[in-house]
Protein backbone atom coordinates (compact mmCIF):
# COMPACT_ATOMS: atom_id res chain seq x y z
CA UNK A 1 0.00 0.00 0.00
CA UNK A 2 1.34 3.42 -0.91
CA UNK A 3 2.06 5.89 1.85
CA UNK A 4 2.70 9.67 1.72
CA UNK A 5 4.40 11.21 4.66
CA UNK A 6 5.48 15.12 5.22
CA UNK A 7 9.37 15.99 5.47
CA UNK A 8 10.23 17.65 8.62
CA UNK A 9 10.60 20.72 6.74
CA UNK A 10 7.53 20.88 5.04
CA UNK A 11 5.51 19.85 7.93
CA UNK A 12 7.09 22.67 10.14
CA UNK A 13 5.85 25.16 7.43
CA UNK A 14 2.66 23.64 6.96
CA UNK A 15 2.08 23.78 10.58
CA UNK A 16 3.31 27.22 10.81
CA UNK A 17 1.05 28.52 8.15
CA UNK A 18 -1.95 26.81 9.62
CA UNK A 19 -2.07 27.81 13.04
CA UNK A 20 0.23 30.95 13.40
CA UNK A 21 -1.12 33.06 9.87
CA UNK A 22 -4.47 32.13 10.24
CA UNK A 23 -4.70 31.28 6.45
CA UNK A 24 -7.89 30.24 4.70
CA UNK A 25 -9.54 28.08 2.59
CA UNK A 26 -10.40 31.32 0.72
CA UNK A 27 -14.31 31.27 1.19
CA UNK A 28 -16.44 34.07 1.51
CA UNK A 29 -16.26 33.99 5.72
CA UNK A 30 -12.49 33.25 5.78
CA UNK A 31 -12.63 30.18 7.95
CA UNK A 32 -9.50 29.41 10.10
CA UNK A 33 -7.82 25.93 9.79
CA UNK A 34 -8.61 23.51 12.72
CA UNK A 35 -5.85 21.02 11.48
CA UNK A 36 -3.26 19.38 8.89
CA UNK A 37 -3.02 16.58 7.51
CA UNK A 38 0.65 14.80 8.83
CA UNK A 39 0.28 11.05 7.16
CA UNK A 40 -2.07 9.71 4.39
CA UNK A 41 -2.21 6.25 2.54
CA UNK A 42 -4.94 4.65 0.29
CA UNK A 43 -8.35 6.46 -0.63
CA UNK A 44 -9.03 9.23 1.58
CA UNK A 45 -11.32 12.03 0.98
CA UNK A 46 -12.83 15.09 2.18
CA UNK A 47 -16.02 16.90 1.72
CA UNK A 48 -15.28 20.43 2.21
CA UNK A 49 -18.05 23.00 3.40
CA UNK A 50 -19.50 23.26 0.00
CA UNK A 51 -20.07 19.53 -0.54
CA UNK A 52 -16.83 19.45 -2.83
CA UNK A 53 -15.17 16.28 -3.00
CA UNK A 54 -11.30 16.27 -3.24
CA UNK A 55 -8.53 14.04 -2.49
CA UNK A 56 -6.78 14.26 0.71
CA UNK A 57 -3.27 15.86 0.16
CA UNK A 58 -0.25 15.26 2.38
CA UNK A 59 0.36 18.83 4.70
CA UNK A 60 -3.82 19.96 3.71
CA UNK A 61 -5.32 22.23 5.85
CA UNK A 62 -8.41 21.13 7.03
CA UNK A 63 -11.47 23.33 8.75
CA UNK A 64 -14.37 22.91 11.12
CA UNK A 65 -17.60 21.22 8.87
CA UNK A 66 -15.33 18.94 6.39
CA UNK A 67 -16.24 15.77 6.31
CA UNK A 68 -13.42 13.04 5.82
CA UNK A 69 -14.04 9.68 4.41
CA UNK A 70 -11.24 6.59 4.34
CA UNK A 71 -11.92 3.80 2.16
CA UNK A 72 -10.52 -0.14 2.38
CA UNK A 73 -6.95 0.74 2.30
CA UNK A 74 -7.09 4.04 3.36
CA UNK A 75 -5.69 5.66 6.69
CA UNK A 76 -4.52 9.04 7.73
CA UNK A 77 -3.11 11.27 11.02
CA UNK A 78 -4.23 14.71 11.57
CA UNK A 79 -2.71 17.01 14.11
CA UNK A 80 -5.21 20.13 15.66
CA UNK A 81 -4.27 23.32 16.18
CA UNK A 82 -4.58 22.80 20.47
CA UNK A 83 -1.97 19.70 19.59
CA UNK A 84 -4.58 16.91 19.59
CA UNK A 85 -3.35 14.24 17.78
CA UNK A 86 -6.36 12.16 15.59
CA UNK A 87 -5.54 9.04 13.81
CA UNK A 88 -8.19 7.57 11.11
CA UNK A 89 -8.47 3.72 10.37
CA UNK A 90 -9.99 2.12 7.06
CA UNK A 91 -13.84 2.25 6.38
CA UNK A 92 -14.22 5.63 8.56
CA UNK A 93 -16.74 8.16 8.08
CA UNK A 94 -16.47 11.48 10.20
CA UNK A 95 -16.85 15.18 10.34
CA UNK A 96 -15.04 17.89 12.11
CA UNK A 97 -17.68 19.98 14.05
CA UNK A 98 -18.06 22.33 16.85
CA UNK A 99 -20.31 21.84 19.64
CA UNK A 100 -21.87 23.77 22.12
CA UNK A 101 -21.77 22.33 25.53
CA UNK A 102 -24.20 24.03 28.38
CA UNK A 103 -21.89 26.21 30.43
CA UNK A 104 -18.66 25.56 28.93
CA UNK A 105 -16.32 28.59 26.88
CA UNK A 106 -15.00 27.61 23.54
CA UNK A 107 -11.76 27.77 22.80
CA UNK A 108 -10.85 24.46 20.82
CA UNK A 109 -10.58 24.94 16.77
CA UNK A 110 -13.24 21.98 16.91
CA UNK A 111 -14.76 20.45 20.28
CA UNK A 112 -16.31 17.73 18.46
CA UNK A 113 -15.80 14.50 16.53
CA UNK A 114 -19.26 13.14 14.66
CA UNK A 115 -18.24 9.78 13.97
CA UNK A 116 -20.56 8.00 11.90
CA UNK A 117 -18.91 4.85 11.56
CA UNK A 118 -15.59 3.53 11.71
CA UNK A 119 -12.24 3.35 13.99
CA UNK A 120 -10.60 6.27 15.28
CA UNK A 121 -7.87 6.97 18.15
CA UNK A 122 -7.59 10.51 19.47
CA UNK A 123 -5.27 11.79 22.07
CA UNK A 124 -7.01 14.76 23.00
CA UNK A 125 -5.15 17.90 25.05
CA UNK A 126 -6.19 18.91 28.05
CA UNK A 127 -8.55 21.45 28.96
CA UNK A 128 -9.42 21.89 32.10
CA UNK A 129 -12.81 24.05 31.30
CA UNK A 130 -13.86 22.55 28.12
CA UNK A 131 -15.08 19.15 26.85
CA UNK A 132 -14.14 17.27 23.81
CA UNK A 133 -17.22 15.63 22.45
CA UNK A 134 -17.35 12.44 20.43
CA UNK A 135 -20.82 12.37 18.41
CA UNK A 136 -21.95 9.09 17.41
CA UNK A 137 -25.11 7.24 16.61
CA UNK A 138 -26.14 5.59 19.57
CA UNK A 139 -24.19 8.07 22.35
CA UNK A 140 -21.99 10.99 22.79
CA UNK A 141 -19.29 10.77 25.40
CA UNK A 142 -17.21 13.81 26.89
CA UNK A 143 -13.53 14.04 27.94
CA UNK A 144 -11.17 17.69 29.38
CA UNK A 145 -8.26 15.69 27.67
CA UNK A 146 -7.25 11.85 27.09
CA UNK A 147 -6.17 9.11 25.09
CA UNK A 148 -8.20 6.08 23.82
CA UNK A 149 -10.29 4.54 20.66
CA UNK A 150 -13.61 5.28 19.56
CA UNK A 151 -15.21 2.71 16.92
CA UNK A 152 -18.71 2.69 15.39
CA UNK A 153 -20.33 -0.41 13.76
CA UNK A 154 -22.30 -0.55 10.66
CA UNK A 155 -25.27 -1.57 12.91
CA UNK A 156 -25.01 1.88 14.72
CA UNK A 157 -23.27 1.11 17.79
CA UNK A 158 -20.30 2.17 19.51
CA UNK A 159 -17.45 1.21 21.59
CA UNK A 160 -14.87 3.46 23.76
CA UNK A 161 -11.63 1.99 24.43
CA UNK A 162 -9.67 4.45 27.02
CA UNK A 163 -6.45 4.43 28.40
CA UNK A 164 -5.73 7.41 30.18
CA UNK A 165 -8.10 9.78 32.29
CA UNK A 166 -11.84 9.24 32.29
CA UNK A 167 -14.73 9.48 30.03
CA UNK A 168 -18.32 10.23 30.36
CA UNK A 169 -20.18 7.95 27.88
CA UNK A 170 -24.25 8.33 28.00
CA UNK A 171 -27.32 8.89 25.68
CA UNK A 172 -31.28 9.04 26.74
CA UNK A 173 -31.61 5.94 27.88
CA UNK A 174 -28.51 6.26 30.82
CA UNK A 175 -24.61 7.40 31.78
CA UNK A 176 -21.80 5.70 32.57
CA UNK A 177 -18.01 7.41 33.71
CA UNK A 178 -15.11 4.97 31.59
CA UNK A 179 -12.05 5.50 33.92
CA UNK A 180 -8.77 4.69 32.87
CA UNK A 181 -8.08 1.27 30.94
CA UNK A 182 -11.65 0.82 31.11
CA UNK A 183 -14.02 -0.15 27.94
CA UNK A 184 -17.56 0.22 27.03
CA UNK A 185 -20.44 -0.05 24.40
CA UNK A 186 -23.35 1.06 23.36
CA UNK A 187 -25.67 -0.62 21.05
CA UNK A 188 -28.06 1.47 19.35
CA UNK A 189 -31.28 2.13 21.39
CA UNK A 190 -29.88 1.14 24.76
CA UNK A 191 -27.57 2.60 27.67
CA UNK A 192 -24.21 1.88 27.64
CA UNK A 193 -22.69 -1.15 28.99
CA UNK A 194 -20.79 -1.78 32.92
CA UNK A 195 -16.77 -0.43 32.18
CA UNK A 196 -15.19 -3.61 31.90
CA UNK A 197 -10.94 -3.72 32.04
CA UNK A 198 -9.34 -2.96 28.76
CA UNK A 199 -5.85 -3.44 28.46
CA UNK A 200 -4.39 -3.63 24.55
CA UNK A 201 -2.15 -6.24 23.30
CA UNK A 202 0.70 -5.00 21.25
CA UNK A 203 0.14 -4.53 18.02
CA UNK A 204 -2.56 -2.12 17.58
CA UNK A 205 -2.64 -0.54 14.13
CA UNK A 206 -2.87 3.25 15.95
CA UNK A 207 0.83 2.29 16.97
CA UNK A 208 1.80 2.02 14.10
CA UNK A 209 4.32 5.09 13.39
CA UNK A 210 4.14 6.18 9.78
CA UNK A 211 2.31 2.96 8.28
CA UNK A 212 5.23 1.69 6.60
CA UNK A 213 8.54 2.54 8.10
CA UNK A 214 10.27 0.09 10.03
CA UNK A 215 12.29 0.54 13.33
CA UNK A 216 15.03 2.65 12.47
CA UNK A 217 13.41 4.06 9.15
CA UNK A 218 11.71 6.76 11.29
CA UNK A 219 12.67 10.32 13.18
CA UNK A 220 10.79 12.03 15.62
CA UNK A 221 10.15 15.41 15.01
CA UNK A 222 9.27 18.20 17.79
CA UNK A 223 6.62 20.51 16.79
CA UNK A 224 5.40 23.73 18.92
CA UNK A 225 1.42 23.98 17.97
CA UNK A 226 -0.18 27.39 19.02
CA UNK A 227 -3.84 27.80 20.08
CA UNK A 228 -4.67 30.46 18.05
CA UNK A 229 -7.84 31.45 20.38
CA UNK A 230 -6.26 30.64 23.90
CA UNK A 231 -2.67 31.41 23.00
CA UNK A 232 -2.07 28.18 24.52
CA UNK A 233 1.04 26.35 23.29
CA UNK A 234 1.69 22.69 22.99
CA UNK A 235 4.32 20.36 22.23
CA UNK A 236 4.09 17.52 19.97
CA UNK A 237 6.51 14.76 19.10
CA UNK A 238 5.87 13.15 16.02
CA UNK A 239 7.60 10.26 14.27
CA UNK A 240 8.01 10.73 10.00
CA UNK A 241 9.59 8.27 7.64
CA UNK A 242 13.55 9.43 6.44
CA UNK A 243 14.09 11.68 3.86
CA UNK A 244 15.18 9.04 1.03
Partial sequence: MKS???????????????????????????????????????????????????KVALGQSLFEGDRIRTGSNGRLSLVLTDGSQLKVNYDT???????????????????????LVGDIWAKITHHPDESFVFDTPSSVAAIKGSEGQ????????????????????????????????QQTCVAFGSAPDTP???NPGPDNWYQE?????????????????????????????????KNP
Fill in 93 to 115: DLILQQKAVKGEKVSRAINSLKV
Fill in 209 to 241: KGGQGQSGDTIPVELLLRDKSSGKEQKVILNFK
Fill in 150 to 181: VFVGKDRSSCYKWLVDNLQVGNQYGMVMCGPH
Fill in 4 to 54: SRISQGALVLALALCTLSGMSRGSADQAQPVGVVVAVSGQATVFVRDKKAE
Fill in 196 to 198: TAY
